[in-house]
């Protein structure tokens, strides 16, 4: 079997193929360096040279191969929308070719954002509008590639990606408390994050590909979340005492009354209540999350 993935070096991608290699799979990853190709060829994968925007190549690659997993994109949160444009077109690219077979594509998405305030369900498709609003392009067009018969599939990464020393969106809340010198909160700090291991992530994506392989599967979305409910306060204090700073509350935020760039600019993230369900993704794939809880490679790792 063949599979092509892009971000296959970056903090889940690189594990993932690990997984992927030992089961016997040939995998070929993009890889936009020599670097990163030597990298790749370390862990057993086969270097593609090119970048999301070679779409010529990925088109080529999707041809080739018997599923694809997308897991990268340009992390610029400065140019947010620029980088959401390129994945638009990358997905949108591969998602053409794919047309009339049966090979699964499985796209990278987030849960952050979708549906504050309410705890988001592998059925939930967000709030009324949010494929207006929402810079990231990626699960509305897999949506539309399922609508048009493609075996396209998105896995949705909490906004806290964490192990081996990085913590997702958390990375930059740290960052920012060290710049002013207080960590940060909302109102209270009631609202809920949600959270998920990187190693717990890359078997999810593993089990993913197997189960998108079937005949027959009902689910096309899955929620990449080992804990849901995790209240910033309990973040913060974590921070706070590791780093020796003191705590300090912001009022909080009531997302009904953002403009949209307020409510998706990642300083404001801390900010939402964005709970997140994984029940039908562990019922369906037979994964559990098993590695450390985020509060806990806080306390052990910051």
């Known amino acids: 079997m063949k599979v092509f993935m892009t971000g296959a070096t970056g903090n889940i991608g690189s594990l993932v193929i690990q997984e992927l290699v030992t089961k016997g799979i040939e995998v070929w990853g993009l890889t936009r360096s020599q ?6 060829k370390q862990m057993g994968g086969i270097p593609v040279m090119g970048t999301l925007e070679n779409l010529s190549v990925l088109k080529e690659m999707a041809k ?3 599923a694809i997993l997308h897991l990268g994109f340009v992390n610029d949160f400065a140019h947010f929308d620029e980088a959401s444009r390129i994945d638009a077109e990358a997905i949108t690219a591969m998602g053409e070719v794919l047309k009339g077979t049966d090979k699964p594509l499985i796209v990278t998405a987030g849960t952050a954002g979708l549906d504050p ?3 988001l369900t592998e059925n939930d498709k967000g709030f009324e509008g949010v494929e207006k609003v929402m810079p990231r392009r990626s699960e509305f067009l897999v949506r539309q ?3 048009e018969g493609v075996n396209a599939n998105v896995v949705r990464l909490a906004p806290s990606v964490h192990g081996n020393g990085g913590y997702g969106i958390i990375s930059l809340v740290i960052m920012q408390s060290q710049k002013n010198e207080s960590v940060t909160y909302f109102g209270d700090g009631q609202n809920r994050w949600n959270a998920i ?16 392989l079937k005949d027959d599967h009902p689910l096309h979305v899955f929620n990449a979340v080992a804990e849901g409910q ?4 309990k973040i913060a204090e974590v921070i706070a005492d590791k780093l020796n700073l003191p705590l300090q509350s912001k009022t909080a935020l009531n997302f009904s009354n953002l403009t949209n760039e307020e409510a998706f ?3 404001n993230l801390f900010g939402l209540d964005i709970p997140a369900s994984s029940t039908l993704t562990q019922s369906e794939l037979d994964w559990r999350p098993t590695h450390i809880d985020l509060l806990n ?3 052990h790792n910051l």
């Open 35 to 40: 670097r990163s190709a030597d990298k790749l």
């Open 64 to 66: 080739k191969v018997d």
């Open 297 to 299: 490679d806080l306390k």
């Open 265 to 267: 600019d990642v300083n």
């Open 145 to 147: 590639l399922v609508d």
């Open 197 to 212: 291991h990187r190693e717990d992530a890359s078997n999810l994506f593993v089990k993913a590909l197997d189960y998108t």
């Open 117 to 119: 305030n309410h705890i």
């Open 230 to 233: 995790i209240k910033t306060i």
